[in-house]
């Protein structure tokens, strides 16, 4: 205790949290029960909750059975999957320990809200056909008692994806396999694709590939709320602070052909205070990686990738920040109200927005060419000759309407992008034992997360995949070489 | 040396509120006479009620579950006899009203029930179905997708319809050719945009939909894209309503 007192410095008096956290060895869980009354007791005597000294609220507990590193769609899913197939009501302790709440650079709320069934993986498809699902009934799933329910403002109005000459065979190949796992998906020659939607020119169209069901966009920012507000009334707690630093003990050990490996767990988690020196340390007995685009940073922190390169020790997690453009703009006599989202065979994108004839869209740079170079991920400034020079040109040629357009706004934000196969990385870490990731998701963690969530609760709380099997998303094949990569058709 | 401790706690947290604790608790408040019958309505309330609030979540899964029941498929009358009477067993079920190809419109009587009769029309083809006010959702629509010569379709005032069920009409674009929305308080314009898909429809309903943002605009923007069908709902006042902004 007293150690713990000097390393948070002066001004904050520890016995303020004694209470809260101290346990005894019985059986009956007694602080939590007397603070649990002291709150409700303070509810209801006005002013109560006011208490200048010993205000702890802000700080994080000093144990909890799972620490989860960020706050954005895929934590808060993986928060609520732990709490909703936990064996007994309250029998896991969940901290979400998020740098900033206001999600001002978090990828979730800086996406364009897309779902589709349209990969080539069958687990992708999976994921995204259980995360539709879960949409669906999402007042169901996240119901809060005395809260309005949610509107998740779903538009079903499809991914349509054009192939080039090129592409066609592996888009026909694809969706396949999407029917196979269920999607609904339908294939249209240029011709038909002409007479369903007359505004698109099929000018090196070969084939073109159209969601029917499931498909379509949906509002990031209430997903993320209503995931929030669930999980709180589910009694997990919320921190806000950066986590910066992992206490790990390890273990040598020597495997059947003699290499010797070296076992980490972490058992501290180090959340530090905004606006100020304090920082907290958090006994934790597992720690879930969902930092999107930095969750690089937070595998390095446990250690992961130091080591010499080519053994397991020495992979890293190949996650890292890709800033990625989305420009609003208008269009008088742009497409109609049947818009759907359409993928063009440049790699280009774009979908309504709202009813006044708006419509955002954009690029990734490196699915124009190879060549192309990633912009300086250090700001989230937009660069708008990005649009006129390698957007508007393929948005004008695919949609000739488009060829007078305004652009209104435009923001950026990262993608999780996993620069080793652009998929997700779910499961535990091989050597961090303790360490679980759901992060990389490279531009569909949004779409996905309800179903990663929930892989990612099964493997912490059963020890392998039920629902969905993600074993080729674990963290090994970084150290195999085996890349799961989606076939694209552009 | 923590992490041990962590993982013990994680194994101790599960025990804190076995259930030895809580029947012992039930034991000393329940009177001595009807000890049997309050030990097991605590224990019940104790196994399943945390408080009040957990209470109501119970009601509201089982409200939740009574709609999803409404709404089972009877797969059994369907493998027996066909989509057409599984469709239309289904519709007078909910208290609907169906229409066999060249016969009168059938119905429920006013107790929820209805003869049996139209079992011998098998292979007539369903060409309406009225389920206004019906307690359909998603799901139950299955029963309704079936039905591959529907020419007319009233889900008026369906409280369960949203945009997610009209994602899936497009199933009946082959036949469909009136198609009635009125008043479901879940329908917006973006379930709406998915109509499109129906090139058949000579007549749309979208009047009085809560949900929808815009109705003036909506209308236009769905006359624009169905040219094809008469499209009745919002009158133009409300179109008036808009901001000069808006409307340019
Ligand atoms: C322009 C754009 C368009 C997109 N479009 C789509 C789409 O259409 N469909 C789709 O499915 N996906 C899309 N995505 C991808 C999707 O947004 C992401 O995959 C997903 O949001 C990732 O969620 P996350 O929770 O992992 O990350 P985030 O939402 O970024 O959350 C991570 C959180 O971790 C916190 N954090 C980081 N480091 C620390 C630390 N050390 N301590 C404490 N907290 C920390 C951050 O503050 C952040 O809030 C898009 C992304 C972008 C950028």
Not at chain 1, 100 to 112: C, E, K, Q, R
Not at chain 1, 165 to 176: P, Q, R, S
Not at chain 1, 291 to 310: C, D, M, R, T, V
């Amino acid at each position: 205790m007293l150690r713990r007192a000097l390393r948070l410095g002066v001004g904050r008096c520890p016995l303020g949290r004694g209470l809260g956290t101290r346990r005894g060895g019985s059986t009956l869980d007694w602080d939590g029960k007397v603070s649990d009354i002291k709150k409700k007791i303070q509810s209801v005597l006005p002013g109560g909750a006011w208490n200048p000294l010993y205000d702890t609220s802000h700080l994080p507990p000093e144990h909890s059975d799972v620490v989860i590193v960020g706050g954005g769609v895929l934590g808060l899913s993986v928060a609520y999957w732990l709490k909703r197939l936990e064996k007994r009501r309250g029998a896991i302790q969940v901290l979400v320990v998020d740098r900033d709440y206001t999600y001002s650079h978090a990828s979730t709320v800086l996406s364009v809200g897309g779902i589709r069934q349209q990969f080539s993986l069958p687990e992708n498809i999976q994921l995204s056909l259980f995360s539709v699902d879960f949409l669906r009934n999402i007042n169901e799933y996240l119901a809060v008692v005395d809260d309005p329910p949610l509107d998740l403002q779903f538009n079903p109005l499809g991914y349509l994806l054009l192939a080039s000459e090129k592409g066609a065979a592996i888009m026909e190949n694809n969706v396949k396999v999407q029917r196979q796992e269920g999607a609904k998906v339908c294939l249209m020659s240029p011709e038909q694709l002409r007479n369903k939607f007359p505004w698109i020119n099929t000018e090196g169209v070969a084939l073109a590939s159209y969601g029917l069901e499931n498909e379509g966009w949906f509002d990031p920012w209430c997903l993320l709320q209503g995931l929030r507000r669930k999980v709180q009334s589910m009694g997990v707690r919320f921190c806000h602070g950066e986590v910066t630093r992992f206490i790990s003990s390890s273990d040598r050990m020597e495997t059947a052909s003699g290499e010797e490996v070296t076992l980490k767990r972490i058992h501290e988690v180090h959340v530090k205070m905004d606006r100020s020196l304090e920082y907290q340390p958090v006994e934790c007995a597992i720690v879930i990686n969902a930092a999107g685009a930095w969750s690089g940073q937070i595998a390095e922190l446990a250690g992961i990738g130091k080591g010499p390169p080519g053994t397991l020790q020495g992979t890293k997690l190949p996650v890292e920040p890709r800033k990625r453009y989305v420009y609003l703009w208008h269009c008088p006599q742009g497409p109609g109200l049947e818009t759907p989202f359409v993928t063009d065979t440049s790699g280009t994108y774009f979908r309504r927005e709202g009813l006044g004839n708006n419509y955002l869209g954009g690029c990734s740079p490196t699915e124009l060419s190879p060549q192309e170079e990633e912009p300086d991920p250090g700001n989230l400034e937009v660069d708008h000759d990005f649009f006129q020079d390698k957007v508007w040109p393929h948005l004008a040629q695919r949609v000739p309407a488009f060829e007078s357009l305004k652009v209104r706004s435009a923001w950026a934000g990262y993608y999780d992008y996993n620069t080793f196969d652009q998929n997700g990385v779910v499961g535990p870490h091989p050597l961090v034992v303790n360490m679980y990731f759901a992060t990389g998701f490279s531009g569909h963690g949004l779409q996905q997360a309800p179903a990663v969530g929930r892989a990612v609760a099964e493997m912490v709380l059963e020890g392998h995949f039920q629902t969905i099997n993600l074993s080729p998303f674990l963290f090994s094949r970084f150290y195999l070489g085996e890349k799961v990569e989606e076939r694209n058709i552009i | 040396m923590a992490a041990p401790r962590a993982f013990l706690h994680l194994a101790s947290s599960i025990w804190k509120w076995g259930p030895r604790d809580i029947r012992g608790l039930s034991r000393t408040v329940a009177p001595e006479g009807s000890w049997r019958k309050g030990r097991a309505l605590l224990q019940f309330l104790a196994d399943h009620f945390y408080d009040v609030k957990a209470l109501r979540e119970y009601l509201f899964r089982k409200q939740v579950l009574k709609v999803h029941q409404k709404n089972r498929s009877f797969t059994h009358i369907k493998e027996q006899y066909g989509p057409y009477i599984a469709g239309a067993y289904f519709v007078l079920k909910q208290g609907g009203a169906v229409k066999f190809q060249g016969q009168e419109w059938m119905q429920s009587n006013g107790r929820g029930r209805f003869s049996l009769d139209f079992f011998k029309f098998q292979a007539v083809p369903v060409e309406a179905v009225d389920a206004s006010g019906c307690a359909i959702n998603y799901q139950g629509l299955d029963n309704l997708l079936a039905l591959k010569e529907l020419q007319s379709l009233s889900l008026q005032r369906c409280p369960h319809v949203d945009d997610w069920c009209l994602s899936r009409l497009h199933q009946l674009a082959g036949s469909l050719q009136e198609l009635s929305l009125a008043g479901c308080p879940q329908v917006s314009e973006r379930g709406l945009a998915c109509l499109h898909h129906l090139q058949k429809l000579r007549r749309l309903d979208i009047s009085d939909l809560p949900a929808v943002s815009n109705p003036g605009l909506t209308r236009i923007l769905v006359e624009e894209m169905l040219p094809n069908c008469e499209v009745l709902g919002a009158d133009w006042a409300q179109g008036l309503k808009l901001g000069p902004e808006e409307q340019s």
